[in-house]
């Protein structure tokens, strides 16, 4: 399957990125010192930027997703839609003024999905 075709946000196709993490959200500590989770997990998607990249993850920069389209949490050849999704932030890394790398992150309840 062509790079980039299972990516979606909000249902618009969109640059697959080169590499993608799921991390747990840590929510605290409780009472007895523990680590408390959120039923949220971090996405974080990078993708080093060429001549001809689009930069259409900025147009989501912290906004609440309808959906997003993405690999599933743990698999490699499974792609799922989750409907409860926010884009945290997207940021651009420079190196003598030219973008190098975009990086978005995403809060995604991995229990909602369609």
Do not use: H
């Amino acid at each position: 399957m062509p790079k980039g075709v299972l990516y979606k946000i909000n249902g618009i196709t969109v640059t697959a990125p080169d590499t993608e993490a799921w991390t747990p959200f840590v929510a605290g500590e409780s009472l007895a010192g523990l680590q408390k989770r959120s039923p949220y997990w971090e996405l974080t998607w990078s993708l080093g930027l060429g001549d001809n990249c689009d930069l259409d993850w900025l147009a989501y920069d912290n906004m609440e997703l309808d959906s997003l389209t993405t690999r599933a949490k743990g698999k490699l050849d499974e792609y799922e839609t989750y409907i409860d999704a926010k884009c945290v932030v997207v940021t651009l890394r420079y190196s003598r003024g030219v973008a190098e790398e975009m990086t978005a992150k995403f809060r995604v309840d991995p229990s909602q999905i369609v």
